[in-house]
T-cell receptor
Framework: NAGVTQTPKFRILKIGQSMTLQCAQD?????MYWYRQDPGMGLKLIYY???????DKGEVPNGYNVSRSTTEDFPLRLELAAPSQTSVYFC???????????FGQGTRLTVV | GQQLNQSPQSMFIQEGEDVSMNCTSS?????WLWYKQDPGEGPVLLIA?????ELTSNGRLTAQFGITRKDSFLNISASIPSDVGIYFC???????????FGTGTRLKVLA
C-alpha cells in the first residue's frame, strides 16, 4: 500500500520549459489537492479535485493546469516554467475533505 | 487574500518544557487542523477539530478550537527531541473544500 506517490522527487527546469508533476494514490480517495510550499512559508492551494472529471482553482492557479481522468491520478502541468514557480509541490488526498489528508513526499522544482 | 497568522514563528526550548502555539484568522472557520512537517517530508495530520470550543488530545499534544471560531491553539507537553519540526495550522473555508495554511511554527528542542 503506497499511499500517495509523487514523481519526480527533484527536477530542474529551464525557463519556458514544460513538465508534468505526477500524483498517484491507491486509497480510492475522492478528494485530491495540489499545494506549493515556498521557503519558510505555509502551503498554498493551487488546484483541487472532488472526483474524477471535476477540478477547481485554489489560491494560486496561474501558470498551472490539472486534469482528473481517474480517481487514482491527479497530474499538475506547468506549461511555461518561470523562476517564480521554484518551490516544493505537495499532492494530498482525502476521502472527505481535508479532515484526514495524506500528503505525498513532495516534488522539489527549481526553474533556472 | 485570506491569511492565517501563526505564532510564534520559531521556538527554541529545552527538552521537557511545554510548548504553546496558536493561529488566528480574520474569517470564521468550520474546521481547524494541525499538521507537523519533518524535513524533506510532507505534512502529517496531528489533530483535527470540528466544533467551536472543542478540546482534543493526541498523546502529549492538545489542541483547541477557539470559541469565536477564528482561532486555534496547540500545546505540546514535556517536549522531546523528536518534536522538532514545523507545525502548521490549517483552516477550512465554510461551504468549500478549500483549506488555507498558516506560515508555520518552527520548533527546535535542545537536549
Amino acid at each position: 500500500n503506497a499511499g500517495v506517490t509523487q514523481t519526480p522527487k527533484f527536477r530542474i527546469l529551464k525557463i519556458g520549459q514544460s513538465m508534468t508533476l505526477q500524483c498517484a494514490q491507491d486509497m480510492n480517495h475522492n478528494y485530491m489537492y495540489w499545494y506549493r510550499q515556498d521557503p519558510g512559508m505555509g502551503l498554498k492551494l493551487i488546484y483541487y479535485s472532488v472526483g474524477a472529471g471535476i477540478t477547481d482553482k485554489g489560491e494560486v492557479p496561474n501558470g498551472y493546469n490539472v486534469s482528473r481522468s481517474t480517481t487514482e491520478d491527479f497530474p499538475l502541468r506547468l506549461e511555461l516554467a518561470a523562476p517564480s514557480q521554484t518551490s516544493v509541490y505537495f499532492c494530498a488526498t482525502s476521502d472527505r475533505g481535508l479532515s484526514e489528508a495524506f500528503f505525498g513526499q513532495g516534488t522539489r522544482l527549481t526553474v533556472v | 487574500g485570506q491569511q492565517l497568522n501563526q505564532s510564534p514563528q520559531s521556538m527554541f526550548i529545552q527538552e521537557g518544557e511545554d510548548v504553546s502555539m496558536n493561529c488566528t484568522s480574520s474569517s470564521i472557520f468550520n474546521t481547524w487542523l494541525w499538521y507537523k512537517q519533518d524535513p524533506g517530508e510532507g505534512p502529517v495530520l496531528l489533530i483535527a477539530l470540528y466544533k467551536a470550543g472543542e478540546l482534543t488530545s493526541n498523546g502529549r499534544l492538545t489542541a483547541q478550537f477557539g470559541i469565536t471560531r477564528k482561532d486555534s491553539f496547540l500545546n505540546i507537553s514535556a517536549s522531546i527531541p523528536s518534536d522538532v519540526g514545523i507545525y502548521f495550522c490549517a483552516g477550512h473555508y465554510p461551504g468549500t473544500y478549500k483549506y488555507i495554511f498558516g506560515t508555520g511554527t518552527r520548533l527546535k528542542v535542545l537536549a
